[in-house]
């Protein structure tokens, strides 16, 4: 047992949290979580939290899997490091890639490990650069992103991603990167359908392409389903037309699926739902459900081929690619996923209840947009709502009124997180239709209470 009091104060004093508004951090203390079952967490005054991001968008399998943490301590105690590097290996690396090319789409034959989603898209650039290079097209070096996209907070990381917030700070984007607006309907699409807005919005990368010139261009990066920068889901034609337009120009695809992958969106990786064939992959997170830090890149023929058959080598790697331990863990986690068939569980019975459930939130006074897809939702706070979306009336962003309702939320006893006025969700894949009920409820209820707030400053 502990005083919250105390930690909270060793808290402030010490720790420099991840994004933080320090401010804040001064005024109040942090909530400590101490222990997690389920979808719930518990906080150091014993209240109950039903965890609406999955962590961040990790724990698939959700929390108090003991035969992660057994599998973990069987590998601590055989072997708890050893590196991979200069051609040694480990049996959990070995047996996690034969694996994880068993379960990803076709042209994937080859894993790359990482520690982190950030160490795998520093993995990308690099791994890109280098087999233009090999093909000798040295200019070949420029990789096209989008606007509010998350990649990471590494140098690299953190340029391929697009948050103006990110980039402010330390000089970034790096040169070679640049940017195209992401398939934002809500914010984006007014005056066209859906799918007429999918082809539009997927026609900036031709057009950045050719004012760039194809001959610069190595790459473009995308989530399948943008999750940080808002739980953006694209119309249906957006996809298989940037996947027509790479493929024109001859330009690699990589498809982050830190988020997308392990069966959050109701397959093990989004790009196979969403029509498109990556020539890489980014993984993290779910590939463990966070139990413990991996990441990686799975490689495509198209480039292993080059690279294994061409390169001779690739100068890149961290101490933990490949960490025992952490490919213990992951592979206990895909079994657990197999064993209890969450993939088919999302993709046919859970996903598509969840969908009517938070489409229901539609009728709310407050709620001008909400849509999701597999375990992924979000919904738009708007003050006036309209029979066309593009029409509703916004409020200002100084009111923060997202920041608003997931004070409600959080104080309610769940997580959700705003990006700027649109809320949104990512529950552990392992969420009962009770569960999803319970959580749906909690939100009409957070929304009531936030609307009512509004109402008594007169601001709504
Ligand atoms: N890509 C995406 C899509 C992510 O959501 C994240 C993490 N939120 C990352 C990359 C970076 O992963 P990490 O935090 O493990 O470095």
């Not at 930690?7 to 203390?29: E, M, R």
């Not at 970034?172 to 799918?195: C, D, K, W």
């Not at 909400?370 to 992924?376: I, K, N, P, W």
């Not at 920041?403 to 997180?417: E, L, S």
Request: aromatic share 10%.
């Amino acid at each position: 047992a502990f005083d919250t009091r105390a930690i909270q104060q060793l808290d402030s004093a010490h720790y420099l949290h991840p994004f933080t508004d320090f401010k804040d951090l001064n005024s109040k203390g942090a909530r400590v979580i101490v222990r997690g079952q389920g979808i719930y967490l518990w906080d150091s005054e014993g209240e109950k939290i039903l965890d609406g991001m999955s962590g961040l968008w990790c724990v698939n399998v959700g929390y108090g899997r003991t035969s992660i943490s057994e599998a973990v301590y069987r590998q601590m105690e055989t072997l708890p490091f050893y590196n991979s590097f200069f051609n040694t290996t480990n049996v959990p690396a070995t047996r996690l890639a034969a694996k994880l090319v068993e379960i990803s789409p076709p042209q994937f034959n080859h894993v790359f490990y990482t520690g982190s989603g950030s160490e795998g898209n520093d993995t990308n650039l690099r791994m890109v650069r280098r087999y233009w290079d090999l093909m000798g097209f040295k200019e070949r070096h420029t990789i096209i992103s989008r606007h509010n996209a998350y990649h990471g907070s590494t140098v690299a990381g953190a340029s391929l991603g697009g948050m103006d917030g990110m980039h402010a700070q330390g000089g970034l984007p790096i040169p070679g990167i640049v940017h195209i607006g992401q398939p934002n309907y809500f914010e984006s699409g007014r005056g066209m359908t859906e799918a007429e807005f999918g082809i539009e919005a997927a026609g900036w990368l031709e057009a950045k392409i050719l004012e760039l010139g194809p001959e610069k261009v190595a790459a473009f990066i995308g989530e399948p389903v943008q999750g940080a920068g808002g739980v953006i889901i694209p119309p249906a034609t957006y996809w298989p037309e940037i996947q027509r337009i790479c493929d024109k120009y001859g330009i690699l695809l990589i498809a982050d699926e830190v988020i997308c992958g392990f069966g959050r969106l109701g397959a093990w990786f989004g790009s196979e739902l969403l029509g498109i064939k990556p020539d890489l992959i980014t993984f993290a997170k779910g590939v463990s459900s966070g139990y413990i830090p991996l990441g990686g890149v799975l490689v495509g023929d198209r480039i292993a081929d080059v690279l294994i058959g061409q390169g001779g080598d690739f100068n890149h790697g961290f101490t933990y690619s490949g960490h025992p331990v952490a490919c213990a863990a992951a592979l206990e986690n895909i079994r657990i996923i197999e064993d209890e068939q969450l993939v088919k569980q999302v993709a046919n019975v859970t996903g598509p209840y969840l969908r009517r459930k938070f489409a229901s939130l539609r009728d709310h006074p407050l709620v001008g947009y909400a849509d999701s897809y597999g375990f992924v939702a979000g919904l738009n706070l708007v003050r006036k709502k309209a029979e066309v979306v593009h029409d509703c009336e916004l409020f200002t962003p100084e009111l923060a009124v997202g920041m608003i309702c997931r004070g409600h939320m959080f104080n309610n006893g769940m997580i959700m997180r705003a990006v700027g006025d649109r809320m949104i969700i990512a529950p552990p894949l392992v969420m009962t239709k009770a569960e999803i009920d319970e959580m749906v409820n909690k939100i009409r209820y957070c929304l009531d209470k936030t609307l009512a707030d509004l109402q008594e400053r007169g601001l709504a």
